[in-house]
């Protein structure tokens, strides 16, 4: 089945540094989304894309939907204490399909 | 918006028993919801798909008879772990959708088997 390729798996920052990680895949997708889970709750969603080579913004997070429709990148600017979690992406194959694949996901550890 | 509520949060009980998880839709019709289970350190693993009236489409190798989904309206779907044992301990996640929308999740239930 699709597999997505996540990177990094795990991050070690400073605060206030900018972070980057991404999404590859073998399959191409009409949809990206990206995720943040914290300890012990549910993913909430960050940024949806829906067109190949569209760029969004939500507050300091920045997602791109790759031209080609197989990759996605999430930049974070200016990390604060709270983006600590773990980021996942997730490729949904269109409209009408149901069904997300997701990557293994980034934990992000921010010190002080 | 697109509230997803999820209950219990957490649950403890003994083997052999059944355990009922809900997951409602807070402020908008979830045509879709989804049932996910996640081990430590891994990621979302899918183990069915649910439409409103309909029955559960379920994932390779999760079996159907153990994991009992019910979406019985737009904004209720359960799931009903039967005899349930220690190896089924874990964390379990719903979310739902709405046509043309992303799926939002619920804040997951952490169940332990004893």
């Known amino acids: 089945g699709q597999q997505l390729n996540q990177s990094p798996q795990s991050m070690f920052i400073q605060e206030g540094e900018d972070v980057s990680m991404n999404c590859t895949s073998s399959s191409i997708f009409n949809t990206w989304l990206w995720y943040k889970q914290d300890p012990g709750e549910g993913p909430v969603l960050l940024i949806a894309l829906y067109k190949a080579g569209e760029l969004t913004s939500n507050g300091r997070l920045t997602a791109q939907f790759g031209i080609t429709r197989k990759d996605s990148f999430l930049n974070i600017s200016a990390s604060i204490p709270s983006d600590v979690g773990i980021y996942f992406c997730?490729?949904?194959?269109?409209?009408?399909?149901?069904?997300?694949?997701f990557g293994q996901g980034t934990r992000l550890t921010i010190n002080p | 918006g697109a509230v997803v509520s999820q209950h219990p949060s957490r649950v403890i009980c003994k083997s052999g028993t059944s355990v009922k998880i809900e997951c409602r839709s807070l402020d908008f019709q979830a045509t879709t919801m989804f049932w996910y289970r996640q081990f430590p350190k891994q990621s979302l693993m899918l183990m069915a798909t649910?439409?409103?009236?309909?029955?559960?489409?379920?994932e390779q190798g999760v079996e159907k008879d153990k994991f009992l989904i019910n979406h019985a309206s737009l904004t209720l779907s359960t799931l009903t772990v039967t005899s349930a044992h220690p190896e089924d301990s874990s964390f379990y996640i719903c979310?739902?959708?709405?046509?043309?929308?992303?799926?939002?999740f619920g804040d997951g239930t952490r169940l332990s088997i004893l």
């Open positions: 979310s739902g959708r709405t046509s043309n929308q992303p799926q939002h």
């Open positions: 997730a490729g949904q194959l269109g409209q009408g399909a149901q069904k997300l694949v």
């Open positions: 649910s439409n409103e009236g309909s029955k559960a489409t379920y």
